[in-house]
């Protein structure tokens, strides 16, 4: 986090950096940095939060604007005025979600934990599925969801206010076939039907 408060001072000092490569220098700095993190570590909410106002802030002295400034200015949507800035808890969600659905993708051994993981959080809140899940963990604290990368990206979706459609293990899909079954359907596939 340090990294990020040097980078709002180095915006602050250096006024002589145009507005768009401040905000091309933030995009091409923190974005990537909360998008790589994001999945691995589990920020304390404390810290998280710092993290916010550390990126806001940076984002306030890209655009040369008052620290007093109205932070929803970031979040509104460009055809009502704002900036539609992709604060830290949805660039972490997305990473999130994007990091559970690659460990959902392959027959292997991250996928067999993945599954392990997902069985656990709906066990563990008497939960049926996901969408079980994330109703649920709209009134867990963030402590409580950090415990469970599943119920986590779940508790993190809610606070944002948006509800995900999926069934990782789905055993109809074929990302839950296993590999040598599909290397067997291809080889049949490819066999010339000799009684027709």
Avoid at 43 to 53: G, I
Avoid at 144 to 166: D, E, K, P, Y
Wanted: hydrophobic letters at 40%; a positive charge; proline letters at 5%.
């Amino acid at each position: 986090m340090g990294g990020i408060t040097k980078l709002a001072c180095f915006l602050r000092k250096n006024r002589d950096l145009s507005i768009e490569n401040s905000l091309r220098l933030i995009k091409c700095t923190l974005a990537p940095l909360l998008a790589f993190l994001g999945p691995v570590i589990i920020w304390p909410e404390t810290e998280f939060k710092r993290l916010t106002a550390a990126f806001v802030r940076c984002n306030k002295e890209a655009w040369q604007m008052s620290p007093k400034t109205f932070t929803a200015l970031f979040t509104f949507p460009k055809d009502q005025g704002g900036f539609q800035i992709k604060m830290p808890r949805a660039i972490v969600c997305s990473a999130a979600w994007g990091h559970l659905t690659r460990c959902c993708q392959f027959d292997d051994r991250t996928r067999q934990l993945a599954e392990i993981t997902y069985k656990d959080a709906l066990e563990k809140h008497g939960c049926l599925d996901i969408k079980d899940l994330q109703f649920e963990a709209e009134f867990l604290t963030w402590d409580q969801a950090s415990q469970n990368s599943f119920t986590f990206a779940c508790h993190l979706i809610s606070t944002i206010g948006i509800r995900v459609s999926w069934d990782p293990f789905n055993p109809d899909w074929i990302a839950s076939a296993a590999n040598s079954d599909l290397a067997q359907v291809m080889i049949n596939k490819q066999k010339p039907n000799l009684y027709n």
